[in-house]
């Protein structure tokens, strides 16, 4: 049976009518279990809670159906969205409300929201055991129970007015999708001719690290307001944040399939006797005096042996994690909400949908690829909270060449800035500064530029290949992008990259052609022989384009995955370090003189490929260029 939310009251207090009723149904009984408790204070919404309201309104007053909201974690996107409710009126039979949730935390809290603002409305909930009517005013669902058997039939979309998706960054997986067509809400149409519910999905973090396109199911984002923005309105608490450098070389854990460091070979690099040292040390030094900490490990033997640190060292020190039995876990929630230990680790529990308001201190003692996570353990400390002033952040920063994210990126910084205890406008300044400094020495690279064309009867260019060899063997245009992707993504020049496989059909990144996007993925597919045409490849599609090129290489990894054959894209394929073949060899010398030939054991398949993929795709053609203006120089140098 599910678990009632409210406290206990003496009957003596309560309060009918109107009574709040949550409705919950156990499958082996179909009786209602009221719950019955007083009518909670009006809450006041704050101004942007309001305008945030006000503009889905008006988007949906204009016929527009699939809406989101952005908001920072602590701004109470929950509380936004109850209010929501009651503003979208019925049409005809259709005057139910769905709330969709993929953590049990967050069903508990926004049927918790949802009760106390509605006393007077029945509020179902679809989770586990608990199975819904389906024809009550306010329905709470879990995902992954309403998708279970035919739960979701139960739900008529023709009595139902408004979806709500909380933590909608997850909206475009197939669980979403699936309950999304149920509803109608699948495919963009023309809303005004189709009967289907409002959709309203609300997050923090409104992107995806697989790059795959929210607006597949979202047509606008009608409110944004992040998380500086709150702390300057003073509606989050203010943060002062520290970075502390730790020695752990994770230049060799793979990336998994979300995108964040594999978890085990992490824990292995993290998880050490040293490490767990210098993070308690950096607590001691830094927020001893702190309150309320919440810690973030990699993985449960992390937590284990993270928290026997902390004790060693005289720090009251306690862990949830993912199976802690939850009646603990509840306990020793509620004994931190309270101030009763000053230190609580998990992994993997808080980065979603917790409300812990006493949160003074967050550490992050798990480095990650993901800026979505980082701004979700960030956000556990920004609720205001009468008793802090501040929330202090401490990053325990590993090796930034493995793409790791940190807390200065957040404020346009290199992510290899190490801050003391520097807060929010101290980070600005600091990225004014830096900003500055580069305006300077671009200025003075350009004195110098101008000064050498000066000197000549002509324009110069400058160019460090001395040979159309060293040009095609050259990897360091592919070291960036492997470093975000696992894919043998090649380096061609201008920017440009492309990812080949046997099948003569490739993808491009490039600078997009809209001015509104920064980045496009282009999908070029090789005609079948005989089609008579001036390319061999069909009109190239579109597949992704976004003004982050890490989001954007994201999406066309997700692509290529479906469209290719993994063994021939995948940068760690062990076909790729055996030796070239003579195909590949015999291709490459046609370049080469006969003093400067090449035999099979001097290259491996995978770099004689990329070589191979430089040549079919522009750069024996951009040295040809570069020399004859190198050639044009030298010219006008000896005329001069």
């Not at 009984?29 to 009006?42: C, G, Q």
């Not at 996107?77 to 209010?83: C, E, L």
């Not at 470093?483 to 990144?509: E, Q």
Request: proline fraction near 4%; aromatic fraction near 8%; charge should be neutral.
């Amino acid at each position: 049976m599910f678990r009632v939310f409210r406290h206990a009251l003496k009957p003596s207090t309560w309060v009918s009518p109107p009574l709040a009723r949550i409705v919950l149904r156990n499958a082996s009984t179909a009786a209602s279990i009221p719950l019955v408790a007083p009518r909670p204070p009006p809450i006041k919404l704050r101004q942007y809670q309001e305008e945030c309201i006000q503009s889905v309104l008006s988007y949906l007053e204009k016929g527009h159906k699939r809406l989101g909201v952005s908001l920072a974690t602590g701004s109470g996107k929950t509380v936004i969205f109850t209010h929501l409710i009651d503003r979208i009126p019925a049409v005809g039979d259709a005057s139910q409300t769905l709330v969709l949730a993929h953590r049990r935390e967050l069903v508990e809290q926004a049927a918790r929201h949802c009760s106390n603002t509605y006393p007077d409305k029945h509020v179902d909930i679809e989770m586990g055991n608990n199975h819904a009517s389906g024809a009550a005013d306010i329905t709470v669902a879990s995902i992954q129970s309403i998708m279970s058997g035919d739960r979701v039939l139960k739900f008529d979309p023709g009595r139902f007015k408004l979806v709500l998706v909380d933590e909608a960054h997850h909206i475009v997986s197939s669980q979403y999708l699936d309950v999304l067509q149920h509803f109608g809400l699948r495919h963009s149409a023309d809303w005004t001719k189709v009967a289907a519910p409002a959709l309203v999905g609300v997050s923090a973090t409104f992107s995806r690290f697989d790059g795959r396109k929210l607006g597949a199911v979202i047509d606008h984002i009608v409110y944004h307001r992040d998380y500086v923005e709150m702390i300057e309105e003073n509606w989050l608490s203010d943060v002062i944040f520290t970075t502390v450098e730790i020695k752990a070389d994770l230049n060799k854990i793979q990336t998994g399939a979300n995108g964040d460091f594999q978890t085990g070979a992490l824990s292995k690099a993290i998880n050490t006797e040293e490490t767990n040292e210098i993070v308690v040390r950096a607590w001691l030094a830094r927020a001893k005096e702190r309150k309320s900490t919440l810690v973030f490990c990699v993985d449960l033997k992390h937590v284990s042996n993270l928290t026997a640190k902390f004790r060693e060292h005289g720090v009251a020190a306690q862990f949830v994690t993912g199976d802690t039995p939850k009646l603990t876990r509840s306990a020793r929630v509620d004994a931190f909400r309270n101030g009763e230990f000053p230190v609580l680790l998990n992994c993997g529990v808080f980065t979603e949908g917790t409300d812990i308001p006493n949160i003074d201190c967050v550490l992050l003692a798990r480095p990650t690829k993901s800026r979505n996570l980082l701004v979700q353990m960030i956000g556990r400390g920004m609720r205001l909270h009468k008793e802090k002033e501040n929330c202090h952040i401490i990053d325990m920063v590993a090796a930034l060449s493995t793409g790791v994210i940190s807390t200065p990126t957040l404020f346009g910084l290199d992510p290899a800035e190490i801050v003391e205890e520097a807060d929010r406008e101290k980070m600005t300044e600091l990225k004014d500064r830096k900003e500055r400094e580069r305006e300077r020495q671009e200025e003075l690279d350009e004195v110098q530029r101008n000064a050498i064309a000066r000197k000549l009867p002509g324009t110069i260019t400058f160019t460090d290949y001395e040979s159309v060899h060293d040009l095609i063997a050259d990897t360091s245009g592919d070291q960036y992008i492997r470093r975000i992707s696992d894919l043998a993504w090649v380096g061609v020049g201008d920017g440009k990259f492309v990812l080949t496989t046997n099948s003569g059909n490739y993808l491009l990144i490039e600078s997009s052609d809209s001015e509104d996007e920064g980045f496009a993925v282009k999908y070029y597919r090789r005609l079948p022989v005989g089609v008579k045409t001036k390319s061999p490849w069909a009109t190239p599609k579109i597949v992704a384009q976004g003004e982050s090129f890490e989001h954007v290489v994201h999406a066309a990894d997700t692509f290529a995955n479906e469209v290719f054959e993994y063994m021939f894209i995948a940068s760690s394929q062990p076909w790729r370090r055996s030796p070239a073949s003579q195909a590949q060899i015999t291709f490459l010398n046609k370049l080469r003189s006969e003093e400067d030939q090449l035999k099979p054991g001097d290259l491996t398949k995978g770099k004689a490929g990329d070589m191979i993929t430089r040549i079919k795709h522009g750069a024996r053609g951009k040295f040809g260029k570069a020399s004859a203006k190198k050639r044009t120089v030298e010219s006008a140098c000896k005329a001069w």
